[in-house]
């Protein structure tokens, strides 16, 4: 069966520092991939998503970055965090239409 | 452009009450439809979907929707509520293959 990951769990950073937030993904080849925020009391907002290797979509300009550097593995990065960063970030893939998510993480940039 | 309205941002019912939580969808085609549920500091659990044939789906938890094409319509229904199912709901369309368009949500309280 398959299984998502993401890690950390939970971050607390500064505002100005680097962030990496990793997802990987098992039991699935070739999925796509997707990055969502959740800002506090909000709806998903659609950040990047990813249908193969080094492939990236970006759905909303901002100072965050998305790689994929493997078939499973999707990494959200910034290099200077803002205090509009905070919120839930969740990654998720899909094989078909449905999309499967991860446990989220939640950062708070202070 | 494809969009999906959650008409109500915070429903509360009793435990053991029927529920309904309304879901509308613009789309120009037959679209392919979902529900997702939300615990607090969770990700979100697939409940059930429609893609074609029978418009009334069932779904994990006791969960059920009906699709109604004439009303633009996906709406979640439960016959029976339980304090456990006090989460955030989410419908959702896909846009094409690729992307799933979601509605903002409506939060679920349960009263014992």
């Known amino acids: 069966s398959q299984t998502i990951h993401q890690w950390p769990a939970t971050l607390v950073q500064p505002v100005g520092s680097p962030l990496s937030l990793e997802c990987t993904v098992e039991g699935t080849s070739n999925p796509n991939l997707y990055w969502y925020r959740q800002a506090a009391g909000r709806g998903l907002q659609l950040l990047f998503y990813s249908v193969g290797i080094g492939q990236i979509s970006s759905e909303v300009p901002q100072n965050l970055s998305a790689s994929r550097p493997q078939d499973r593995q999707f990494i959200l990065s910034s290099k200077k965090l803002l205090l509009s960063d905070s919120g839930f970030y969740l990654c998720?893939?899909?094989?078909?239409?449905?999309?499967?998510f991860g446990p989220g993480t939640r950062l708070t940039v202070t | 452009a494809q969009s999906v309205t959650q008409p109500d941002i915070h429903i509360t019912v009793s435990e053991g009450a029927s529920l309904e939580l309304r879901c509308n969808y613009s789309?120009?085609?037959?679209?392919?439809l979902f529900w997702y549920v939300q615990s607090p500091g969770q990700g979100l659990q697939l409940l059930l979907k429609y893609f074609s044939g029978d418009t009334l789906v069932q779904g994990i938890k006791g969960f059920e929707a009906e699709f109604k094409r004439s009303q633009s319509s996906f709406n979640l229904r439960k016959p029976s509520v339980h304090w456990s199912d006090a989460a955030e709901y989410f419908c959702?369309?896909?846009?094409?293959?690729?992307?799933?368009?979601f509605g903002t949500g409506t939060r679920l309280q349960v009263f014992p």
């Open positions: 789309y120009g085609a037959t679209p392919y």
């Open positions: 959702a369309v896909a846009h094409n293959t690729d992307k799933l368009i």
């Open positions: 998720a893939w899909a094989s078909g239409v449905e999309q499967y």
